[in-house]
């Protein structure tokens, strides 16, 4: 069994100048893990940003999943 582990920093800005937010941002880095994360593998996602809700970042993980073909059978708090 395989583990991703996902704990992007509160604030991160790119080479370019782009600036990380969970809000907008986490769904396409967790896509960016699919490739990576075996099917019977551990995917473990995690943010201190206090402007997103618990619901909206675990639709964020969902989405992405969804959006790879892939399916999350439990979900932890």
Known sequence: MGLVLIDPPTFSTTKGGRRFKAERDYAALVALAMPVWRAAGLLFCSTNQ???????????IRTAA???GREIKTMGV
């Open 50 to 60: 206090k402007s997103l809700s618990p619901e909206n970042f675990e639709k964020a």
């Open 66 to 68: 969804k959006m790879a």
